[in-house]
């Protein structure tokens, strides 16, 4: 059974930083991409940063420039470095990740989502 599990949320004056973290963890054998989206109240989830197998990163535009996604493939986990906070990015940010168990095809699997609020 596969999961991910986010942390480093939190609450965070303008300007600030926050790093996330999400860790795969069960019976994995090997991971294609993973991703953090966001999701602000009354709004559809979005795409903030991919990080594919291969070291290709891509960002949203309006994270561009701010926010670096990295990932530690030994542990299984991808990291969201989240710098110069503007208030527009408070959302619940979820981890997504396409990935192939040792049993089973390839999936998609998500997070439970992690709050990110920031105060102006």
């Known amino acids: 059974q596969v999961q991910l599990v986010e942390s480093g949320g939190g609450l965070v004056q303008a300007g600030g930083s926050l790093r996330l973290s999400c860790a795969a963890s069960g019976s994995i054998f090997s991971i294609n991409y993973m991703r953090w989206y966001r999701q602000a109240p009354g709004n559809e989830r979005e795409l903030v940063a991919s990080?594919?197998?291969?070291?290709?990163?891509n960002y949203a535009d309006s994270v561009n420039g701010r926010f670096i996604i990295s990932r530690d493939n030994a542990k299984n986990t991808v990291f969201l470095q989240m710098n110069s906070l503007k208030p527009e990015d408070t959302a619940v940010y979820y981890c997504?990740?396409?990935?192939?168990?040792?049993?089973?095809?390839?999936?998609?699997?998500w997070g439970q989502g992690t709050q990110v609020t920031v105060s102006s």
């Open positions: 990080f594919i197998s291969g070291g290709v990163t």
């Open positions: 997504n990740a396409k990935i192939l168990p040792r049993i089973g095809g390839w999936a998609d699997y």
